[in-house]
């Protein structure tokens, strides 16, 4: 799960970082659909524990831009686990404004977001996810080419309010545990 190419300077990048907040305020697009996902998920006990079992503080490096459906449904529900489990904090870069970041980052050769880069007190890389749940890209990569985006993207929403964040918190918190 580690980018390929030249060293990124994630100390700096995560001072250039937005607190989601912030991100969320200046949202040009969906700001009602990211403030209500953050205000309805509810954060269970198993991912607050889960995330704070090693000991150790991580950071959670979010690459991400508000137009995007499935940041939208994903970056919130990872704020709240970050504001809730005192060993985590969340920040956000704009894709678009750091183009050199996202393409260390690539998914199929695309810019596809949100990408959450894990990193440890050190600011050392431990991994990354996205940009979405493993079996909702499987679907995704299966269906894309055969179903056209006005039936395959209201399915992809679907998916997300039926998850409600569970696939997203377990699969990055597999990379906070793994950073042991």
Request: charged share 30%.
């Amino acid at each position: 799960m580690q980018a390929q190419g030249s060293i990124l300077d994630f100390r700096t990048l995560w001072s250039d970082a937005m607190p989601y907040v912030r991100f969320v305020s200046q949202a040009d697009d969906n700001r009602s659909l990211w403030e209500g996902v953050y205000r309805t998920s509810r954060m269970p006990q198993w991912a607050l524990e889960k995330a704070c079992e090693t000991g150790k503080h991580r950071r959670l490096l979010v690459i991400a831009e508000d137009w995007c459906g499935d940041a939208s449904n994903t970056v919130p529900i990872l704020a709240k686990l970050g504001d809730e489990a005192d060993c985590l904090t969340m920040r956000v870069l704009k894709r678009d404004e750091h183009p050199a970041v996202m393409d260390r980052y690539l998914t199929n050769g695309s810019r596809s977001i949100p990408i959450v880069i894990v990193l440890d007190d050190g600011f050392e890389e431990l991994g990354h996810w996205g940009p979405r749940p493993s079996e909702l890209q499987r679907w995704v990569m299966e269906h894309k080419d055969r179903m056209p985006k006005g039936e395959l993207y209201p399915q992809v929403r679907r998916w997300y309010a039926r998850d409600r964040g569970a696939s997203t918190l377990r699969e990055v918190l597999q990379i906070v545990e793994l950073g042991q």
